[in-house]
Each structure stands twice: as structure tokens, then as C-alpha cells.
């Protein structure tokens, strides 16, 4: 049996950012993945940073809103008509949590989550061995009618009430900013603390960091059950043999939950697919977009520009909707003026992503276990507060307490 100081379960930016803190800590470290290395939700999304995301999944308005787009299969939102008791559970404790003092609660918290991160990327792009395409420009919420409009609106004095930097922007001057984009919106708002970058280069950066550092990185290597005793996790039985550790960290995304279940610890997820298409183009804006009634990212990545949207609650299915991709190309020419894409020519991707019912990630300590750290259900914000997750786990496990005030991520918050 392989001894270590600290095993963590799932290699996806989360678990690599872990590792990278609690390496620079001291800590001897061993990653075990089921699969690839960071080739879940990690490589694919859109690669942004987004101190805008200070809302919640978990809002008013989202529940009518889902309901008029559930039997849709091409709308942002869906949801795959199925009778399943998970499904049933996580969507009422998610109605639960759609209402304005859970959002006003969390506001803060995801604010100064996204915040930490936009710092600890600086410190990263120093210190990692490949260059990830980092761009601190902001973030263009661009708006095609009325709703789009109030949404830009509502984004503006959001921020402000936060303190974050936005303001409302014509056509005409986002064509003057970035005359690349050929804005054919009528307006957006402008968010300046966003940023964005390449997330597969971000993660081969960190891989190449950990393996200089000797830390043991084993993929293929599935996790099939959490032994204890003495109110410890005393060995990790996996695909390859049983692991020992003093620390042993959960962030396995939505594979996450059905880990810790056998431990009488809940921590209710959903896996909400979203789909991208990447391909090689000298036609891109040069700042990132959100195009507000589509619901769609358009992300530069150096050479390559990269489309990404959808939430399908369809249970732990990778398979890719082909209605789904046509929906995210027919939206962005409503938008800017692109080339046209050959999906021939594109890499197209879906990735799973770990959503809690109350919009916020789970990450600390379990209460049953003393050892036993988790950091899941990140959502949509998995790639953006990716280091500061790491840090926190690092500094839970190395002292006991946190930089910040997490109290609202309690892994045991649905637990019994």
C-alpha cells in the first residue's frame, strides 16, 4: 500500500490547483484520476475569469424562465423530461434557494471568490513553465433587444453594488474599443475586472509545475471506494490498489457525490452539460463576449476562437447534441460578423459541470471526518476560482482556517 501525506481524488484545474498549493506548502502529494489528465470540464470551457458571476445559478426568475424553455431541446436551458428521485430532490432544494436574500447573501462571497482568483492567476502565469494566454481586457455583455438590454442594465448596478467596475456601452463605441469584433449588437455592458485565458495551456502549465515538483500524478487510476476509521479516512481502494494518507481531498466534479455518499455525506450535485466549438480563425474580437439572450461565450484563445454555452440537465451523459451546437453557431452572427465555422474543421467538445442546488461550491472540511477536505460543485465559475479553491484547501488542511470567510461553502450544509 503507497503512503503519502496528501492523496486527492480527481485531476481536473481544482485538483491540480490543490496539489500546486499544497506542493509549494511542504505537503507530498499524489493525484488520482479515473480517467485523462484534466480533460474533463477543465479543458474545454469557455476560459474565463468572471468577477461578474456574482449572482448564483440559484436566482429568482431562473425557475419561470427554465419552465418556458424545458421542452426545448436547442434552448440554453434544458432540462431532459425524465422521472429520477436525484433530479426531483436537487430541483427542490434548488427552488428553494431561488430567492433574493440567497442571492444578496452570496453576492459577496463569489465576488471576493473571483476576485482572489483574478490575483492568483497573475502569481501562476510567473511561476508556470507554459504561457496560458492571459488577458486582463474585461468582458463585453453584449445585448440584441430589450430583455438583453435590462439584463446589461441589471448586470451594471450589480457590479457597482459590489464594487466592481462596469458601464453601459453603444454600438458605436464597442466598434470604436475593438473594431475586430464587428459589433452587431445594439450595446452591452462593459465589465472591466473580467479576464480570460487558454484553460487546456493553463492545466499542461500546471501538470509540467507538479511533475517537476515530484508530485505523482496516476491517471486511469479509478477510486472505488473511502475506507475509515476513527472518524478518518483510513485508505483509498482504487483500479490500481489501496492508497494511505494523512489528507485525503475530494474534487472529483459531479463524480464527487457519489464518492462521499457511502460516508452518509450529501452533497447534492447535477451535472449541467455545456458544449464548445473551437477552431482556427485570424477573424476574432479581441475581448471576450457573453451574448445575453443566447446565453453563448465567444472567447479568443491565441490562434483559435472558441463558442461555449448550454446547461442540459441530462444526467451524467457526454453525448453531444448536434441541435445544441447549431443553436450556439446560429446565435453569434446576431451578435458580430464572423467567418463562417466548418465544423469539419472544429473540435467539438462537452464537459459536465458539477451544479449545487443553491448555486454555490462545496468546499471544506466534512465534519464526519477529520481528514477529509471536498471541493466540488463549482458550476460554471470551476475554471475561474480554480486557484483560489486550491489555496483554500491548502490552507485548511495545513492550518486548520481559511483567508476568507467560507462558511456558506460548508461541504455538510445537506448532510444529515
Same mark, same amino acid.
Given at each position: 500500500?503507497?503512503?503519502?501525506?496528501?492523496?486527492?481524488?480527481?485531476?481536473?484545474?481544482?485538483?491540480?490547483?490543490?496539489?500546486?498549493?499544497?506542493?509549494?506548502?511542504?505537503?507530498?502529494?499524489?493525484?488520482?484520476?479515473?480517467?485523462?489528465?484534466?480533460?474533463?470540464?477543465?479543458? +474545454?470551457? !469557455?476560459? =474565463?475569469?468572471?468577477?461578474? #458571476? *456574482?449572482? &448564483?445559478?440559484?436566482?429568482?426568475?431562473?425557475?419561470?424562465?427554465? /419552465?418556458?424553455?424545458?421542452?426545448?431541446?436547442?434552448?440554453?436551458?434544458?432540462?431532459?423530461?425524465?422521472?429520477?428521485?436525484?433530479?426531483?430532490?436537487?430541483?427542490?432544494?434548488?427552488?428553494?434557494?431561488?430567492?433574493?436574500?440567497?442571492?444578496?447573501?452570496?453576492?459577496?462571497?463569489?465576488?471576493?471568490?473571483?476576485?482572489?482568483?483574478?490575483?492568483?492567476?497573475?502569481?501562476?502565469?510567473?511561476?508556470?513553465?507554459?504561457?496560458?494566454?492571459?488577458?486582463?481586457?474585461?468582458?463585453?455583455?453584449?445585448?440584441?433587444?430589450?430583455?438583453?438590454?435590462?439584463?446589461?442594465?441589471?448586470?451594471?448596478?450589480?457590479?457597482?453594488?459590489?464594487?466592481?467596475?462596469?458601464?453601459?456601452?453603444?454600438?458605436?463605441?464597442?466598434?470604436?474599443?475593438?473594431?475586430?469584433?464587428?459589433?452587431?449588437?445594439? +450595446?452591452? !455592458?462593459? =465589465?472591466?475586472?473580467?479576464? #480570460? *485565458?487558454? &484553460?487546456?495551456?493553463?492545466?499542461?502549465?500546471?501538470?509540467?509545475? /507538479?511533475?517537476?515538483?515530484?508530485?505523482?500524478?496516476?491517471?486511469?487510476?479509478?477510486?472505488?471506494?473511502?475506507?475509515?476509521?476513527?472518524?478518518?479516512?483510513?485508505?483509498?481502494?482504487?483500479?490500481?490498489?489501496?492508497?494511505?494518507?494523512?489528507?485525503?481531498?475530494?474534487?472529483?466534479?459531479?463524480?464527487?457525490?457519489?464518492?462521499?455518499?457511502?460516508?452518509?455525506?450529501?452533497?447534492?450535485?447535477?451535472?449541467?452539460?455545456?458544449?464548445?466549438?473551437?477552431?482556427?480563425?485570424?477573424?476574432?474580437?479581441?475581448?471576450?463576449?457573453?451574448?445575453?439572450?443566447?446565453?453563448?461565450?465567444?472567447?479568443?484563445?491565441?490562434?483559435?476562437?472558441?463558442?461555449?454555452?448550454?446547461?442540459?440537465?441530462?444526467?451524467?451523459?457526454?453525448?453531444?447534441?448536434?441541435?445544441?451546437?447549431?443553436?450556439?453557431?446560429?446565435?453569434?452572427?446576431?451578435?458580430?460578423?464572423?467567418?463562417?465555422?466548418?465544423?469539419?474543421?472544429?473540435?467539438?467538445?462537452?464537459?459536465?459541470?458539477?451544479?449545487?442546488?443553491?448555486?454555490?461550491?462545496?468546499?471544506?472540511?466534512?465534519?464526519?471526518?477529520?481528514?477529509?477536505?471536498?471541493?466540488?460543485?463549482?458550476?460554471?465559475?470551476?475554471?475561474?476560482?480554480?486557484?483560489?479553491?486550491?489555496?483554500?484547501?491548502?490552507?485548511?488542511?495545513?492550518?486548520?482556517?481559511?483567508?476568507?470567510?467560507?462558511?456558506?461553502?460548508?461541504?455538510?450544509?445537506?448532510?444529515?
Amino acid at each position: 500500500m503507497e503512503q503519502t501525506d496528501v492523496v486527492i481524488v480527481g485531476s481536473g484545474a481544482v485538483g491540480l490547483c490543490a496539489a500546486y498549493y499544497l506542493k509549494k506548502s511542504g505537503c507530498k502529494v499524489t493525484i488520482l484520476e479515473k480517467g485523462g489528465i484534466a480533460d474533463g470540464c477543465s479543458s +474545454g470551457n !469557455a476560459g =474565463l475569469i468572471v468577477p461578474s #458571476h *456574482f449572482v &448564483p445559478l440559484a436566482a429568482p426568475g431562473v425557475i419561470t424562465q427554465g /419552465l418556458k424553455w424545458m421542452f426545448n431541446p436547442e434552448s440554453p436551458f434544458y432540462i431532459k423530461p425524465r422521472f429520477n428521485s436525484d433530479l426531483l430532490s436537487w430541483l427542490w432544494k434548488f427552488s428553494r434557494s431561488c430567492n433574493e436574500a440567497h442571492v444578496q447573501r452570496s453576492m459577496p462571497l463569489l465576488r471576493n471568490l473571483n476576485m482572489a482568483s483574478r490575483s492568483l492567476f497573475d502569481e501562476l502565469e510567473e511561476v508556470l513553465p507554459v504561457n496560458f494566454d492571459l488577458e486582463k481586457l474585461g468582458l463585453f455583455l453584449l445585448y440584441l433587444g430589450d430583455k438583453g438590454y435590462r439584463e446589461c442594465i441589471e448586470m451594471v448596478e450589480g457590479a457597482r453594488e459590489v464594487g466592481l467596475n462596469a458601464i453601459m456601452k453603444t454600438q458605436e463605441e464597442i466598434r470604436t474599443i475593438d473594431p475586430a469584433m464587428n459589433c452587431l449588437a445594439k +450595446g452591452g !455592458a462593459f =465589465l472591466e475586472e473580467d479576464a #480570460h *485565458f487558454t &484553460p487546456a495551456k493553463f492545466n499542461q502549465g500546471l501538470l509540467e509545475w /507538479l511533475r517537476q515538483e515530484g508530485v505523482v500524478i496516476l491517471p486511469d487510476t479509478e477510486v472505488t471506494g473511502l475506507l475509515t476509521s476513527n472518524k478518518r479516512i483510513a485508505e483509498v481502494e482504487t483500479s490500481r490498489g489501496n492508497f494511505s494518507a494523512d489528507e485525503v481531498v475530494v474534487a472529483g466534479g459531479v463524480w464527487s457525490e457519489e464518492l462521499v455518499k457511502s460516508l452518509d455525506i450529501s452533497i447534492p450535485m447535477q451535472a449541467g452539460k455545456g458544449y464548445s466549438v473551437t477552431y482556427r480563425t485570424d477573424v476574432k474580437p479581441r475581448y471576450p463576449l457573453l451574448l445575453a439572450e443566447a446565453k453563448v461565450a465567444v472567447t479568443p484563445m491565441g490562434e483559435n476562437l472558441r463558442l461555449a454555452g448550454t446547461m442540459e440537465l441530462a444526467g451524467n451523459d457526454l453525448s453531444i447534441n448536434r441541435r445544441r451546437i447549431r443553436a450556439i453557431l446560429r446565435a453569434v452572427p446576431q451578435y458580430i460578423k464572423n467567418e463562417p465555422v466548418m465544423l469539419e474543421d472544429a473540435q467539438i467538445w462537452a464537459g459536465l459541470r458539477p451544479c449545487s442546488p443553491d448555486g454555490l461550491p462545496y468546499i471544506g472540511r466534512s465534519k464526519k471526518f477529520f481528514n477529509l477536505t471536498i471541493a466540488a460543485g463549482h458550476a460554471m465559475i470551476g475554471m475561474s476560482t480554480a486557484p483560489i479553491s486550491g489555496k483554500l484547501v491548502s490552507e485548511i488542511i495545513n492550518d486548520g482556517k481559511t483567508g476568507m470567510d467560507i462558511s456558506m461553502l460548508a461541504v455538510d450544509r445537506y448532510s444529515r
